[in-house]
């Protein structure tokens, strides 16, 4: 598979295995969240082959990396049935008019292979909002997460999940999408060379080049991992600042294609991930993931290597950011959120989010009910057996 589609492939794969890593208790109306008192009873596991679904995964998992996810979470995936699930989806695909829509819009849609142009993004955008979001909002993600609602083998995956995220499932993925689909879809105006507006995924890549295997590109996204919160404006406007590593006078865009005003839809995706609980709680392998989201704070580059491992890190820091490990340990990472700042010219974020839309102040990180002392914790390990299986199939493929 040649490396550019290994790296869109991948990119979606984490959107999909999010789904997978996720797990909280029931909501009811009026949105409270209610937990779930009853424990599960004679619950299996993915390692007994005698269930479907580990017939259905097995394939995709040479290296049985999915037996390693905790407990819990295996019970809860070994007690669905995928066939019943891609029936459900399917019969949604089939009577929703959003689902209906979107079918006939990926039938017609023409992916360029390279030189992404605005309109391109128009093209693939207006459906996207018109009606792909709202069939996976209102049709397929409740189709999914019926049965795992349903589950009693599902109860403590639940929990795992209402504690680390503060969602469930659906509401999760539902955000989670949303705040996605701003980062590429939102337009601002005016675009650049003169042009009346431009959608946010066009700004992005023209800002950062179009060229993935360029090592500007690679040195960009490595100084965009390093921007401080009090420096979001100065780095979206090409404008010098110092970065989290110390080094003075750098600039991330180059005048006048800088992104601006887009820059907007990933602080608030960052800040959405900065509120979860486990981010507050959470540490893997000496990282505080507190860390990479407060203000005056970051990690090293190193630390994040030996978290990862060498294999899992080596390969997700070449697909996903071009560079190699003596790069990323050299520096000292942190994802910039929760910043507004008052920019120039209109933007107009494709799909409202409640908590988004350039208005979200930085966050007030919530301590988790247990301890506010940074520990492991279920989604961090299932975190990471994900990425390690999506590594695998990808050097497969």
Same mark, same amino acid.
């Given at each position: 598979m040649a490396t550019g589609t290994r790296r869109v492939a991948l990119?979606?794969? %984490?959107?999909?295995?999010?789904?997978d890593n996720v797990p909280p208790s029931v909501r009811y109306p009026g949105g409270v969240l209610h937990p779930v008192t009853h424990a599960p009873v004679n619950c299996s596991s993915l390692t007994a082959s005698n269930n479907s679904m580990h017939q259905a995964l097995r394939p995709y998992d040479p290296a049985n990396l999915l037996?390693?996810?905790?407990?819990?979470?295996?019970?809860?995936?070994?007690?669905?049935?995928? @066939?019943?699930?891609?029936?459900?989806?399917?019969?949604?695909?089939?009577?929703?008019?959003? %689902?209906? !829509?979107?079918?006939?819009?990926?039938?017609?849609?023409? #992916?360029? !292979?390279?030189? #992404?142009?605005n309109t391109a993004y128009q093209s693939m955008c207006s459906p996207l909002v018109r009606s792909i979001v709202p069939c996976?909002?209102?049709?397929?993600?409740?189709?999914?997460?019926?049965?795992?609602?349903?589950?009693?083998?599902?109860? &403590?995956?639940?929990? @795992?999940? &209402?504690?680390?995220?503060?969602?469930?499932?659906?509401?999760?993925?539902?955000?989670?999408?949303?705040?996605?689909?701003?980062?590429?879809c939102s337009t601002q105006s005016p675009g650049f060379q003169g042009t009346a507006n431009q959608t946010c995924g066009y700004a992005l890549a023209k800002s950062f080049g179009t060229d993935s295997h360029s090592p500007i590109v690679s040195a960009r996204v490595l100084t965009a991992l390093q921007v401080p919160n009090n420096d979001t404006c100065n780095a979206a406007l090409g404008n010098p600042f110092t970065t989290t590593s110390g080094v003075v006078n750098t600039t991330l865009f180059t005048t006048p294609d800088v992104p601006t005003s887009c820059v907007q839809p990933i602080l608030d995706l960052?800040?959405?991930? !900065?509120?979860?609980?486990?981010?507050?709680?959470?540490?893997?392998?000496?990282?505080?993931?507190?860390?990479?989201?407060?203000?005056?704070?970051?990690?090293?580059?190193?630390?994040?290597?030996?978290?990862?491992?060498?294999?899992?890190?080596?390969?997700?820091? !070449? &697909?996903?950011?071009g560079v190699n490990v003596t790069q990323v340990n050299a520096t000292c990472v942190h994802l910039a959120n929760g910043?507004? %700042?008052?920019?120039?010219?209109?933007?107009?974020a494709a799909v409202y989010t409640a908590r988004g839309n350039g208005s979200t102040p930085a966050p007030s990180i919530r301590p988790s009910a247990a301890s506010t002392a940074p520990h492991d914790h279920p989604i961090m390990s299932s975190i990471i057996t994900a990425l390690t299986l999506m590594a695998t199939v990808a050097l497969l493929a």
């Open positions: 990119a979606l794969a %984490c959107i999909v295995v999010g789904a037996f390693q996810i905790p407990l819990a979470w295996s019970q809860c995936l070994a007690s669905l049935n995928p @066939d019943a699930i891609l029936k459900q989806v399917l019969a949604v695909a089939e009577t929703s008019p959003s %689902c209906i !829509r979107s079918m006939s819009a990926l039938a017609m849609l023409k #992916w360029p !292979r390279a030189n #992404w142009t996976l909002k209102t049709g397929v993600l409740p189709a999914v997460f019926s049965p795992v609602l349903g589950s009693p083998c599902c109860v &403590e995956m639940i929990h @795992d999940f &209402e504690d680390g995220v503060g969602d469930t499932p659906q509401v999760f993925l539902s955000n989670a999408l949303e705040y996605a689909v701003n980062v590429v960052v800040a959405y991930v !900065r509120q979860w609980p486990v981010t507050a709680n959470a540490s893997l392998a000496g990282v505080h993931l507190a860390d990479l989201f407060g203000d005056g704070t970051c990690v090293n580059g190193s630390l994040i290597t030996t978290a990862l491992g060498a294999n899992l890190s080596a390969f997700l820091y !070449r &697909e996903l950011l910043k507004s %700042c008052g920019w120039a010219g209109t933007f107009v």
